[in-house]
Every structure is written in C-alpha cells, then in structure tokens.
C-alpha cells in the first residue's frame, strides 16, 4: 500500500470516528457533510489501488530453459580438421583388415608371457610396446617395474631368476646402446633371458638419430653372447616369443627378438 492510499483511508477512518462520536455536535446538513466526505474518500480510496493494479505490467513466468536458450549463442557448423590418414587411399576390406591386426600381435605376446609364468616385465617406457605396457599393467599377476634406464633391467631379471621367477625387459633399439657393459653379466654367470626390442632407425624412419644403433643392436647382442630372433611380421610374432620363452628358461639361453619396424609402420 503506497503513502497516497494511507492517507486517504487515515481521513477516512477520521471522518467515520467523527461522524459516530460527535454527530450531536453538528446539525443536519453537517452530518450529511461528513457523509459526503466520507463517501468521498471511499472512492479515491478505491480509485487509488485500482490505478496501480492497472500500471503494474504483467509479467510472464519463464523457465530457466528459455533464459538459456536465449542468451546462448547459436551453434556454428565448424568442419573438422583434416589430417593425414595412414590408410588414405585404402579399400574398405584394408581399412577392415588392419584394424582387426591392429594390437593382435601385441596381445600374443602377452599371452606367451602368460603362459610362460611371467610375472615380471621392467621396460622403459616406449609407443612402440604402449599396448603391451597397459596389458601387463592390468593384470594382477604381472608386476610391471618402470625403469629409469635399460641396464638395470638386466639386473632386475637376473635378480628376478634368483628369486625364482621369471622375467622379460621390454626396450626399445635406442636402448641397447646403454646396457651392454651389463650383458655380460648374463654370459658369466648363465643367466637366462629374454628382452623383447622394439626397432627404430629402420622402415619408414624419420630420425636420423635412430639410424646407427638400429644398425649396431643386431651386432652388439650378437657380440655379447646373446642370440638374435628378428620377427619381421605381425605374423612372425607370436611364435617366435613363444620359441624364445622356452628356450630361454628351459635351457637357460639368453635372447633378444626384435621387432622389426616395418610391424609398427604397417599397423600406426
């Protein structure tokens, strides 16, 4: 109620309270007076709260929805970037077929670690064994041992084998170069082994620094005593770890399988 409507009804009521208590004081025509005042007052009283109802505009109830909807942006269509697809030019049934090898090599080798009763795999982490890395991660039964370079890992197999488990160092080319002073640990004391290599420096190579030891890791294993198996296909993978597991520790050989680029560039 706003301060012209409460003074109205004030004079109002003071008028009715006027009328009712001192209307012997007044003759006829004053009594009507009062009335008249009265009525008066009614009607500016009225009058008043019905202009305001009248000037208050009427306000449409809306949604959170809608206020969103109006203060957002509109969407903009922005195209997709294009970028360079190995398999451009590839037919569907290609497309199809390296996506079904795509990780099935990698997989066989972890089913050989499995069923060769690996439960230790220290590796340097590497794109090239990325897949492999995440497999044994998962499994329970594997403990994986992240190394800060190639050599202790030679030491953590020896040391594994001592315990009476078995191990396999997962590295990469670049690699060999940094543990060959401890090879030699594996051929005086006749330990058993099995790394697994992942090439770089060869097919489809785009650092040039990758190049001399990708050429030296077949010579520099070879010179310390350790037999080379070359896997050269998605194919060839999963067999060769398999001759080389058990050979390895039924026999106790030392060996290295390299993966040869070409697996790597065929599947990326």
């Known amino acids: 109620m706003n301060l012209s409507r409460l003074v109205v009804l004030f004079l109002l009521i003071s008028d009715i309270v006027v009328f009712f208590t001192m209307q012997n004081d007044f003759d006829e025509n004053g009594r009507w007076a009062l009335v008249g005042f009265a009525l008066i007052l009614a009607i500016v009283w009225v009058y008043?709260?019905?202009?305001?109802?009248?000037?208050?505009?009427?306000?449409?109830?809306?949604?959170?929805?809608?206020?969103?909807?109006?203060?957002?942006?509109?969407?903009?269509?922005?195209?997709?970037?294009?970028?360079?697809?190995?398999?451009?030019?590839?037919?569907?049934?290609?497309?199809?077929?390296?996506?079904?090898?795509?990780?099935?090599?990698?997989?066989?080798?972890?089913?050989?670690?499995?069923k060769a009763g690996v439960s230790q795999v220290p590796y340097v982490p590497d794109a090239g064994h990325s897949h492999l890395i995440r497999r044994v991660h998962d499994d329970?039964?594997?403990?994986?041992?992240?190394?800060?370079?190639?050599?202790?890992?030679?030491?953590?197999?020896?040391?594994?084998?001592?315990?009476?488990?078995?191990?396999?160092?997962?590295?990469?080319s670049s690699g060999v170069g940094n543990c060959v002073n401890m090879l030699s640990l594996l051929t005086n004391?006749?330990?058993?082994?099995?790394?697994?290599?992942?090439?770089?420096?060869?097919?489809?190579?785009?650092?040039?620094?990758?190049?001399?030891?990708a050429r030296a890791t077949p010579t520099s294993f070879e010179m310390m005593g350790i037999e080379v198996m070359r896997c050269n296909s998605p194919d060839e993978v999963g067999p060769t770890v398999n001759a080389a597991l058990y050979a390895a520790f039924a026999s106790e050989q030392r060996i290295a399988i390299l993966l040869s680029q070409r697996i790597f560039s065929v599947i990326c």
């Open 140 to 172: 329970p039964d594997i403990t994986p041992i992240v190394l800060t370079t190639e050599e202790e890992g030679i030491a953590s197999s020896c040391g594994a084998w001592l315990g009476g488990k078995k191990s396999v160092l997962l590295m990469q």
């Open 48 to 114: 008043l709260g019905d202009s305001k109802k009248a000037a208050k505009p009427v306000q449409k109830k809306r949604n959170v929805q809608e206020v969103v909807e109006e203060i957002t942006e509109p969407e903009v269509d922005i195209p997709e970037v294009v970028t360079e697809d190995s398999m451009d030019g590839a037919s569907l049934r290609e497309r199809k077929m390296a996506e079904a090898t795509h990780h099935i090599w990698e997989d066989d080798i972890f089913n050989s670690l499995k």
């Open 189 to 213: 004391c006749n330990f058993p082994f099995v790394t697994i290599v992942s090439m770089r420096g060869e097919y489809g190579e785009f650092n040039s620094w990758q190049v001399p030891m």
